[in-house]
């Protein structure tokens, strides 16, 4: 806690550098997964299974089979495929619907009747009588994943992988379930070096979770790995440095550049950013908040390299309550985040910007 005097002989104590995260805000929500019923997935847009991982989409299709689990084919239904509504005559089935497939009866023409056909092959509608019903049926349940690989050298790419359930009636579909976020996550992100412990899980791709069973001493001259991991198969792994299939669980893993999705009050502070490119200059404004005894402009980096992905927190310049500007020329690389905040006489935080990207935001507060 520091003292601080002011114009007027008014003084006033704040905390230094107060912690962002004190602030309840969006951020806290922000990455999250919850497991979802497949048939509900619309709206997702990320997908996560210990079998395939990360996942961009998730489709479903069902089939009708028969008791030995064979696809069901040349068979008729109760269903009219031009009116897409349930009939009293028998009409061949050549695709399913989910909205219609658990309510159709599925037939078999019977093979003293003879079968009339349309030109190009097509049957006729058929009576019930003229028709055998198929029982004892139940449904292949295929759910299709779109997942995000990388290869040995760490190129990135797109996989279909497929699931299959047998299922007895519609209602066992709720039972099919799958991890689910609203957020854009569309890749994966290797893990910061400095938090490897032992015990901690990870994903590695194409194989599945994995354990970390035991940290090297890094660096060493000697060898570029890092850790070692177990599957759930036994097989133990040694992981090097810049392995871009070794990542975290997507479940598991929050950004922290989520930190600076926190705001209070940010609509009154208004801060606008302007950037001089030639001569390496920022200027940041804001709109003055009453009872604001004094502002902060805090001043970070964010370091997107591989194993070392990492907010550093560089310096907090401090500005009196009368002044609503600030200059900052000592900025030598891009990556820069800058937030204002406003503190009241006691050091409360009585509003706060989301964080301004030097680089990308156009000089205004963004989500992360």
Known sequence: MGIVAMPGDVVYSHKESTPLKEIDTRGESMNNWEIIKVINREGYSAFYSEEFGLATSVSLQCFPIDEDGRQLQN???????????????????????????????????KSETQQNYYYGGAPNPIRLDRAKKISNIKYNVVVNYQTVYVDINGNSSTQSKKKTFIISKKEELQDITVWATKDQVKA??????????????YYYIGQGVCEVVEVYDYPNKQSNTVCRIVFANGAEQDITIGDKRFVYIPLEYKSELLQFNKTLNELALQPVMQRNQEHNLINVMWQPIENAARYVVKLYRYVNTENRRKVYFLKDYEVDRNEHFLSINDLIVNGHIIVVVAENRSGEVVAQSRGIDVETSKGEPKWF
Do not use: C, I, W
Not at 84 to 91: A, E, I, P, Q, T
């Open 75 to 109: 068979v008729y239904a109760n269903y009219n495929p031009d009116t897409r509504k349930r009939s009293v005559d028998l009409y061949r089935v050549y695709e399913y619907s989910l909205e219609t497939l658990f309510d159709l009866k599925f037939y078999r023409h």
């Open 188 to 201: 994966y992100v290797m893990p910061t070096l400095m938090d490897l412990q032992k015990g901690q899980k």
